[in-house]
């Protein structure tokens, strides 16, 4: 300092700002990817079609990921449904899966034991097996799943599927066949008795299930036919969005 000069004050120090809040995490939506795998029999693009219905009044933003192999007659404007492509459609669906967000899978086949079977352009292809499934599912392990599969046998699915955070519907049992599993029905039973079931979207996961297998059974004994047996899991961690009314699966922890 010179003489005579005045001293000046050393700056009062400003606090650094706080930083801004993060941004709200987006809300949790459904992604449903359905797939009419033969192309032998109508129902199975129904039963995707039926089932999208359901997936929209729960949650109209939903993001919609649909192929089929499409039978006579029917529209061939949704991508084929061959096990190439449902590989690409769940490596997409893990890459944009959420923790918030719900993924419902839908697979509507002719099955034989432990395959779901591929049909397209008048030739079958290679099928779906439990552990191509389960390999497909494994990147979801961490986002809720919904599993339905509308098939001949596909009970035999369900323990190589079984995930904490996973719910697997099925049409039948490890040996049983589904009645009424025609060529030219409008949809499998299973997918109609689910997906077309009043008031669906206010029962919780178990009780939808429950009014299906009974729909299904009174059926069955009517026409004396055997039982199909559709089978239900649901994993530990998914009992918390489970329970809950289908509509308000997106509130749900």
């Not at 109508?42 to 997936?55: M, Y």
Request: with cysteine.
């Amino acid at each position: 300092m010179f003489p005579g000069q005045t001293p000046v004050a050393a700056p009062t120090p400003v606090a650094a700002p706080e930083p801004p809040p993060p941004p709200p995490e987006p809300p949790g939506r459904i992604i449903f990817a359905g797939f009419a795998m033969h192309s032998q029999s109508k129902a199975f693009r129904n039963d995707v079609v039926l089932a999208e219905k359901l997936v929209k009044e729960i949650d109209p933003n939903a993001l919609m990921l649909k192929l089929a192999n499409p039978a006579r007659d029917q529209s061939t404007d949704w991508p084929q449904a061959t096990a190439e492509n449902f590989a690409l459609v769940m490596s997409k669906t893990a890459e944009v899966a959420r923790p918030q967000d719900r993924v419902v899978l839908l697979i509507s086949t002719h099955s034989n034991p432990g395959l779901l079977n591929i049909h397209a352009g008048g030739k079958h292809l290679p099928p779906i097996t439990p552990k191509i499934l389960s390999d497909a599912l494994a990147p979801l392990n961490g986002v809720p799943t919904l599993v339905v599969l509308s098939a001949c046998y596909s009970g035999a699915f369900v323990e190589p599927l079984k995930a904490p955070n996973r719910v697997v519907l099925t049409a039948t049992d490890v040996r049983r066949t589904t009645f009424n599993c025609k060529y030219n029905g409008n949809h499998t039973p299973f997918a109609e008795a689910l997906f077309d079931q009043p008031g669906a979207e206010n029962r919780s996961v178990s009780d939808w299930m429950g009014e299906a297998q009974k729909s299904i059974a009174a059926l069955e004994k009517r026409r004396k036919l055997p039982a199909s047996r559709p089978r239900i899991f649901v994993g530990d961690e998914a009992k918390a969005w489970a329970d809950q009314p289908l509509k308000n699966w997106l509130q749900a922890p």
